[in-house]
């Protein structure tokens, strides 16, 4: 049976799917219906979390809500490229239908507890230069980074947890649109190899002539395609840049490109490993 404070957290869910960073209500259900185990262990550390429950239950949930997104985003992949492989030319141009891509314009988060207001100079003062390179990084793979190694990260970085995670949550939210647009690319990327490879089948097994000479055009087309997409997908860079890491922590953007720099360089080389090993 769900504990009361699960079953408050359902309702105001429900009542609020948006500031949670759900789109709908039907995707909450689902969310829930997935991760209960997982949302059950989130209250048990937010009881913990006696100063920071409300800003900890609401960025964990958006975890959540991420999760669902990407489960229901690859579930649309498989879907669209079964009807891309049987689909026209002219239908390929057209954007996918992604729930991963459903525009969100409304500010819920306005007056969402938060403990980012704290100057982030109080916990930087108190890093050394490892450990600082190792907070930019962290940021600059905000959208790689999941719940469990933020954990062990704000662990290793000595700075409360609930902070990292909204820090995180904030680059993420800044970058949301070129998020959007990057997932686009990749599932566009993923339906036209799917696509190339049933129109490589389709060449093999067809008996008629004329049948084999339109496959062969239409894959010839879709190989030009796939390698263009390649390139544009070469070409991105990083969501989350330099500047805004310095503008998120408030410091110069020069400590940023240097950090990253030498971070980047020294593991490169495997000197610093040891270094970096020994701040967890």
């Not at 890093?127 to 962290?138: A, D, G, H």
């Given at each position: 049976m769900d504990s009361k404070n699960y079953l408050d957290l359902v309702r105001h869910?429900?009542?609020?799917?948006?500031?949670?960073?759900?789109f709908n209500k039907d995707e909450l259900s689902d969310a829930l219906?997935?991760?209960?185990?997982?949302?059950?262990?989130i209250l048990e550390r937010a009881d913990k979390e006696s100063r920071t429950r409300e800003a900890y239950l609401l960025s964990s949930m958006r975890f959540v809500a991420k999760s669902m997104h990407r489960r229901n985003s690859s579930t649309n992949l498989w879907q669209n490229a079964y009807l891309l492989s049987y689909a026209s030319e002219d239908f390929l141009s057209e954007a996918l239908a992604d729930a991963f891509m459903e525009e969100d314009t409304s500010d819920t988060t306005a007056d969402a507890p938060s403990i980012i207001s704290l100057n982030p100079q109080i916990f930087l003062k108190k890093?050394?230069?490892?450990?600082?390179?190792?907070?930019?990084?962290?940021i600059k793979c905000a959208w790689e980074i999941d719940e469990e190694i933020?954990?062990?990260?704000?662990?290793?970085?000595?700075?409360?947890?609930?902070?990292?995670?909204?820090?995180?949550?904030?680059?993420?939210?800044?970058?949301?649109?070129?998020?959007?647009?990057?997932?686009?690319?990749?599932s566009k990327l993923n339906s036209t190899w799917i696509?190339?490879?049933?129109?490589?089948?389709?060449?093999?097994?067809?008996?008629?002539?004329?049948?084999?000479?339109?496959?062969?055009?239409?894959?010839?087309r879709c190989r030009q395609r796939y390698v263009r997409l390649l390139?544009?997908?070469?070409?991105?860079?990083?969501?989350?840049?330099?500047?805004?890491?310095?503008?998120?922590?408030?410091?110069?953007?020069?400590?940023?490109?240097?950090g990253l720099?030498?971070?980047?360089?020294?593991?490169?080389?495997g000197r610093a490993l040891a270094v970096y090993r020994k701040l967890g």
């Open positions: 869910m429900y009542a609020h799917p948006k500031l949670y960073g759900f219906h997935h991760f209960h185990g997982r949302i059950e262990g890093l050394n230069p490892e450990r600082k390179r190792f907070l930019y990084l962290v933020l954990k062990k990260c704000s662990s290793t970085l000595g700075m409360p947890e609930q902070y990292l995670f909204s820090l995180v949550e904030l680059a993420r939210r800044r970058t949301e649109g070129e998020r959007k647009r990057v997932c686009a690319l990749d696509r190339l490879r049933v129109l490589e089948l389709r060449l093999e097994s067809s008996l008629l002539p004329n049948e084999k000479e339109c496959v062969a055009r239409s894959l010839e390139e544009k997908r070469r070409r991105r860079r990083s969501l989350v840049s330099n500047e805004l890491i310095s503008e998120l922590l408030g410091v110069p953007k020069g400590s940023v490109d240097s720099y030498y971070l980047r360089k020294n593991l490169d080389s």
